[in-house]
């Protein structure tokens, strides 16, 4: 059979795609000719779309943030109006949930030495973000007066850690409602206390 002819975009788009699902179920035991075979390419094929191993891998990182900053940049403007109350809850729940799709993803790019050679962007790292949505909350008077650098931290870790402990068998509704609970009683001031449950009801509030 005649192999298709395609685009090199086309071409670099299905090797991306080939490598997100493998490096997903596999994790770093992963090799080129998985890929290109995955992709039905040619293994010289990989090194006309990616000059290394690095350059594919910042492609699945890039195309990944794009996915889940679409979700998460409106949550995230200091600058537009808020309902501050379910706000933390409801960018929780879009990071645990991106978290958990990484799969073995998860690990690749951000827990190897591939992050410690090429780390996030200081203005992406959800930590800095976090801070700069705790300096906002506090500004309109629904935050508590907390360090945001640290706390900002502080609360990335906790999504963080609610992540690895649904990933290894905690219930996810359990593990959320006190995801939602802890970040509202570190962050609200008590008149700003939410009235919702769960994670489901934080995010229609």
């Known amino acids: 059979m005649a192999r298709r002819r395609l ?23 992963l090799r080129v000719e998985d890929i290109t075979t ?6 010289g094929t990989f090194y006309t779309c990616f000059d290394t191993w690095d350059d594919l891998l910042i492609a699945v990182r890039d195309r990944r943030l794009a996915m889940v900053e679409q979700r998460i940049t409106p949550l995230f403007d200091p600058t537009a109006p808020q309902h501050w109350p379910p706000l933390l809850p409801r960018l929780a729940q879009v990071l645990v949930a991106f978290i958990l799709d990484l799969g073995k993803l998860h690990e690749v790019l951000f827990h190897s030495t591939f992050h410690l050679r090429h780390p996030l962007p200081p203005e992406v790292e959800p930590a800095t973000r976090f801070a700069a949505l705790l300096r906002a909350g506090q500004a ?10 640290p706390t900002g931290a502080l609360i990335f870790a906790m ?17 959320m409602r006190a995801l939602t609970t802890a970040l509202n ?21």
């Open 7 to 29: 685009t090199p975009e086309q071409r670099r788009e299905e090797l991306l795609e080939a490598a997100d699902l493998l490096l997903q179920a596999c994790g770093t035991a």
């Open 38 to 43: 995955a992709a039905g390419a040619a293994k």
């Open 140 to 149: 309109a008077g629904a935050y508590v007066d907390l360090d945001p650098e």
């Open 159 to 175: 999504i963080h850690e609610t992540a690895d402990s649904i990933a290894a068998g905690t219930d996810y509704e359990r593990a």
């Open 185 to 205: 009683r570190l962050v609200l001031k008590p008149n700003g206390a939410s009235s919702c449950h769960s994670p489901t009801q934080d995010a229609l509030c």
